[in-house]
Structures are given as structure tokens and as C-alpha cells.
């Protein structure tokens, strides 16, 4: 059976230098806002789903909470557990298998990190997760890309050269999904590299219904990282805040 193509890419090499902007600066500023919104407890539990190295989790321990990051790629986990301590723990998990029950006081699933999979059972699998490894009244965020924003600014095709490698992306949808295909040409190797993302269109009613399903209760929705209120038309990012009311 075919690798899921997010198992492969997400533990390239090619996947890290095609996403570098997304740098420490950049994950301050956000987790810097969301921290003045919520408020949290000193010592509260937080687990970021999907965490990558960890750039949001290492803002977030840094400030002090109890931060725990799981990841399907392995790579990513090996690299963020150099900076594991005390406060900062991660494991490599399948989000879509259950984690740690009634333990955290907030989750955070950040940038997309969400709709890959080929099925809306595995998907509602991953909401459940999520949902279950909270304790009751905790708080889960998501950070998903506004579909219908998406759908109107999409940049059909663009080049990027980073550090001698060639991206060349090329961006469609149809009426469920986002494709990205990545061809990528390093003068190390003969023949280039093609990987293809696949994100499928949720939008806030469908986020409303899965969380509901699985006892989330969505509070407040944002429209980017400035927290400006959310426009089903000109908000890039669709922010939720949800509350785990049973």
C-alpha cells in the first residue's frame, strides 16, 4: 500500500528548507498574543499537536507552562528532543491514535497542521484525540488556512531557490481539496524530486460539527494572527477557540 504523502515529506529534509521562513520570531509573536489572550494558569499542561521541532512548544515552555509536543515525523522529534527538559517533552504519535486522557489544560493544533488524511473517520479520529486528551473545561486552538480566502488568493505557481535547491510549486484545488506539487531540483542529485500536499477544504461549519461530535464548544474565532475578527471572505486564517464543555 502507498505511503501517505505527508509520511515521507514531512520527514525531508527538502520539507524543513522549503518552510525556513517560519522562524522563532514569527512563532514569539503569535504564541506571545495567544498567551495574553487565554491567560493560563502558571504550571498549566499544554500539548501541541503536530508540533514539528517544536518552535511553538519551546515559546510556550519557555514561558513557563508544562509543554508536551508529538509529531508523526520522527525526524522532527529527534531534532526537538535536544531541547526537551524539565517542562518540554515530545514524542513521535500518529494524531490520529490516542494520546494522554483528561490531562492537559490546553491543546494547540498551529499552521494547517490538520486535514491530510485520506478519510473523515481518520479525521474525526484526530479531533477525538485531541478532545479526550483534554481535562473538562480546557481549551483547544486551531489554526487552519479560511477556505474560502484560500480559494480566491491562490498563487497557481511560484519558484524559490534556497541554498542551491530549486522549489518550483504549482497550486490547485477542486471542490474538497488544496494540492501543492513541489518539484524540487538539488544539483546533488540527477533527477528532481516531485511531492504533492493534499489539505482538505474544511470550513467553520465543518470544524463546528466535528468538534460538537467529540464535546468541543467553540468560544471565539479569529481571522489571523493579529486576532482581528474573523471575515468568511478576507480573513486568511480561521482561528478557533473551543472549550471541552462534556
Known sequence: MQQPWFKDWFNSSYYHQLYSNRDKTEAEAFINKLINYLKPAPNNRMLDVACGKGRHAKQLAEKGFDVTGIDLSEESILEALEEASEKLHFYTHDMRLPFWINYFDYAFNFFTSFGYFRTQREHDNTIRTIA????????????????????????????????????????????????????????????????????????????????????????????????????IKKSPRLIMIAKKIK
Do not use: C, R
Open 132 to 231: 479526550q486528551s483534554l481535562k473538562l473545561n480546557g481549551i483547544f486552538v486551531m489554526d487552519y488556512l479560511n477556505v474560502h480566502y484560500s480559494e480566491e488568493h491562490t498563487i497557481h505557481q511560484a519558484e524559490k531557490i534556497t541554498d542551491g535547491v530549486k522549489f518550483t510549486i504549482t497550486k490547485w484545488h477542486d471542490e474538497f481539496h488544496f494540492y501543492k506539487k513541489i518539484l524540487i531540483e538539488d544539483e546533488m542529485h540527477t533527477e528532481p524530486f516531485t511531492y504533492t500536499e493534499k489539505v482538505a477544504k474544511f470550513t467553520l461549519g465543518n470544524f463546528t460539527e466535528m468538534f460538537a461530535y467529540n464535546g468541543l464548544q467553540i468560544q471565539e474565532v479569529f481571522g489571523d494572527y493579529n486576532f482581528d475578527h474573523y471575515d
